[in-house]
T-cell receptor, first 116, second 111 residues
Framework: GAVVSQHPSWVICKSGTSVKIECRSLDFQATTMFWYRQFPKQSLMLMATSNEGSKATYEQGVEKDKFLINHASLTLSTLTVTSAHPEDSSFYIC????????????FGSGTRLTVV | QKEVEQDPGPLSVPEGAIVSLNCTYSNSAFQYFMWYRQYSRKGPELLMYTYSSGNKEDGRFTAQVDKSSKYISLFIRDSQPSDSATYLCAMSVPTGNQFYFGTGTSLTVIP
């Protein structure tokens, strides 16, 4: 149980286009989801925290107009990379806390974004 | 200074060896300590978590926390080729949701 399904697993897009990444909690309700970014051989960096029904909280240095986060339901959060550029190429991972499990944060399988 | 420091490796060991992975940290307020395993092109999966100091064992895996030294370890006994992955340490304070991750240590277990 406690699965977060993330799609797509990889995507290639042209510079200037937008890409949407979805994360769904399959068998639990995720009031809060977290979006991370991971560069090769580097740590996961928290980008933003999304709460169902309210605006996301962005970490310092993360452009909220570029990385649009929507958490419209208890089972779905989306990250849209707008006007993507090659420097946005990275591995994006979502995470959600599983209520009732001590520190049971579960991660999605990640999305490899390549902007050409 | 980074919140969490972790030797990125890579670390290569023969099958059956005991593996020791370590992280140091600077924030004495951290109380929750986690180890995640991440296979290539996949999201991290939780291996173990520990609250405050002490040891925790789960099968071939043992997690240790030494808060006085701000040092945590993950030991893998009888390592298997399937253990080949990147291991990330993570920690957080009790009141927050944010995790602070190490850079991850790449481990290869050679058959």
């Amino acid at each position: 149980g406690a699965v977060v399904s993330q799609h797509p697993s990889w995507v290639i897009c042209k510079s200037g286009t937008s890409v949407k990444i979805e994360c769904r909690s399959l068998d639990f309700q995720a009031t809060t989801m977290f979006w991370y970014r991971q560069f090769p051989k580097q740590s996961l960096m928290l980008m933003a925290t999304s709460n169902e029904g309210s605006k996301a909280t962005y970490e310092q240095g993360v452009e909220k107009d570029k990385f649009l986060i929507n958490h419209a339901s208890l089972t779905l959060s989306t990250l849209t990379v707008t006007s993507a550029h090659p420097e946005d190429s990275s591995f994006y991972i979502c995470s959600a806390r599983v209520t009732g499990r001590d520190y049971g944060y579960t991660f999605g399988s990640g999305t490899r974004l390549t902007v050409v | 200074q980074k919140e969490v420091e972790q030797d990125p490796g890579p670390l290569s060991v023969p099958e059956g060896a005991i593996v020791s992975l370590n992280c140091t940290y600077s924030n004495s307020a951290f109380q929750y300590f986690m180890w995640y395993r991440q296979y290539s092109r996949k999201g991290p999966e939780l291996l173990m978590y520990t609250y405050s100091s002490g040891n925790k064992e789960d099968g071939r895996f043992t997690a240790q926390v030494d808060k006085s030294s701000k040092y945590i370890s993950l030991f893998i006994r009888d390592s298997q080729p399937s253990d080949s992955a990147t291991y990330l340490c993570a920690m957080s304070v009790p009141t927050g949701n944010q995790f602070y991750f190490g850079t991850g240590t790449s481990l290869t277990v050679i058959p």
